[in-house]
């Protein structure tokens, strides 16, 4: 069992920064691929960026790549997402979860976080 829990979200203005954090407990974080998304109020959740269990392998929606930037550190158990340059459109509540693959799609991830709001003004 995996617990995870996120932080970091917030209100800032377009071209800003923010950093989302998501704490894992339990002592088999590093068996775990871990991965951000995120829900905007009428869609459906969507990938933002994927980080294998060593953190040597990263995925990135399209629509994040260049701006984003995922990371981990098993020793404390906590994965990481680095946004930059923000959007409106990145307006949504966001997500970590966990997964035994590297992956993009939402069914493959076994445990997730209750969810970090992250609003972006104009």
């Known amino acids: 069992q995996v617990q995870l829990v996120e932080s970091g979200g917030g209100l800032v203005q377009a071209g800003g920064s923010l950093r989302l954090s998501c704490a894992a407990s339990?002592?088999?974080?590093?068996?775990?691929?871990m991965g951000w998304f995120r829900q905007a109020p009428g869609k459906e959740r969507e990938f933002v960026a994927a980080i294998s269990r060593s953190g040597g392998t990263t995925y990135y929606a399209d629509s994040v790549k260049g701006r984003f930037t995922i990371s981990r550190d098993n020793a404390k158990n906590t994965v990481y997402l680095q946004m930059n340059s923000l959007k409106p459109e990145d307006t949504a509540v966001y997500y970590c979860g966990a997964s035994g693959l590297t992956t993009s799609s939402t069914r493959r991830y076994d445990y997730w976080g209750q969810g970090t709001q992250v609003a972006v003004s104009s």
């Open positions: 339990g002592r088999t974080f590093s068996s775990y691929a």
